[in-house]
């Protein structure tokens, strides 16, 4: 598996932007696909982004034009900058991996998990 460290998180007042940033190390030289999933307390994990070795890309309809995603497969490093931020966007974000060029928005896809960074978003 693959060990997962995210960082970044913070409190911004609505229409600003942050930065999350995940380093992974474990087994760096396979070829694997990432995502960003969040949680807001009460609701489900949802899906984000995701972003497979060769840099294809894709986005949570809700987001999409906000946030983007990217890798740096020699740094082991996963981008999320998120512009236009919104009280919805207020959650836990998570950084997840796995082996394999698939892109899926599924937690179920995903075999390696970060703890976690907190984003709250205010009005």
């Known amino acids: 598996q693959v060990q997962l460290v995210e960082s970044g998180g913070g409190s911004v007042q609505a229409g600003g932007s942050l930065r999350l940033s995940c380093v992974a190390s474990?087994?760096?030289?396979?070829?694997?696909?990432m995502a960003w999933f969040r949680q807001a307390p009460g609701k489900e994990r949802e899906g984000v982004a995701a972003i497979n070795y060769f840099g294809t890309t894709y986005y949570a309809e809700s987001v999409k034009g906000r946030f983007t995603i990217a890798r740096d497969n020699a740094k082991n490093t996963l981008s999320l900058q998120m512009d236009n931020l919104e009280p919805e966007d207020t959650a836990m974000y998570y950084c997840?991996?796995?082996?394999?060029?698939?892109?899926?928005?599924?937690?179920?896809?995903?075999?390696?998990w970060g703890q976690g960074t907190q984003v709250t978003i205010s009005s």
């Open positions: 474990g087994y760096t030289n396979s070829k694997y696909s």
């Open positions: 997840a991996a796995d082996e394999g060029l698939r892109l899926s928005l599924l937690a179920t896809a995903y075999g390696s």
